[in-house]
């Protein structure tokens, strides 16, 4: 199984339950709230934060999430799973440590470059998702011209000190196959200073 590979590339993978969306009887403007988003993704640089990950059967992997703009993001997972994704700035990696296999792609061909491309404009390829819940802010990116990349829908909590005023609690993505997977994030950290190393990787194929 690939765990993570969902929410980075167009591949198939087990997935979780997705997070509850409704429609709300009072909402802000949606353009008010993706330019919220906007301005949160603007004020971000870098992140850490604990992830868990729910597949179909139930199974739970956990693992720390780093992130640099531009382009560089580390699924390290717990230890005794030898799986690692990595991207340097310019390609992401999925790495397999059991059988020594190494896959790479454009970071451009992520639904997560939304999270590591600060150049990207969010309004053309994004839109607000109404939640029921007016303390949640959901935005689901999506390229028509490529729906191989799959779409994800980012969750949001409203906090004041927070970038922005927002807290993004995790994601949901789902591949051309339709295929889902859910990613929960906790101890979020926002512009931490991140180590030079950090997405770096030993290549099991040398």
Do not use: C
């Not at 909402?27 to 008010?32: I, T, V, Y």
């Not at 005794?80 to 397999?96: E, H, M």
């Not at 309004?123 to 998702?129: F, G, H, R």
């Not at 859910?182 to 931490?192: A, E």
């Amino acid at each position: 199984m690939k765990p993570i590979l969902l929410a980075l590339a167009p591949m198939a993978i087990a997935a979780g339950t997705a997070l509850p969306l409704a429609v709300p009887a009072i909402a802000a403007p949606a353009s008010d709230e993706l330019k919220a988003v906007q301005d949160h993704l603007a004020k971000v640089n870098t992140m850490t934060a604990d992830f868990t990950q729910t597949d179909r059967a139930g199974k739970v992997l956990t693992g720390k999430l780093t992130l640099e703009k531009p382009g560089k993001i580390r699924f390290q997972y717990e230890k005794g799973v030898p799986i690692l994704v990595v991207g340097d700035g310019r390609s992401l990696y999925f790495i397999d440590y059991s059988v020594k296999q190494v896959s790479r792609w454009p970071v451009k061909d992520s639904p997560l470059s939304i999270l590591l491309d600060p150049n990207r404009d969010a309004s053309k390829y994004a839109k607000i998702v109404p939640s029921a819940d007016p303390r949640i802010l959901s935005v689901e990116a999506y390229d028509p011209k490529h729906p191989e990349y799959g779409r994800i829908t980012l969750i949001f909590a409203r906090q004041a000190s927070a970038p922005g005023g927002l807290m993004l609690q995790g994601w949901v993505a789902v591949d051309s196959q339709n295929n889902r997977t859910t990613v929960r994030l906790n101890d979020q950290k926002f512009n931490v200073k991140i180590p030079n190393n950090s997405f770096r990787f030993n290549d099991p194929r040398k």
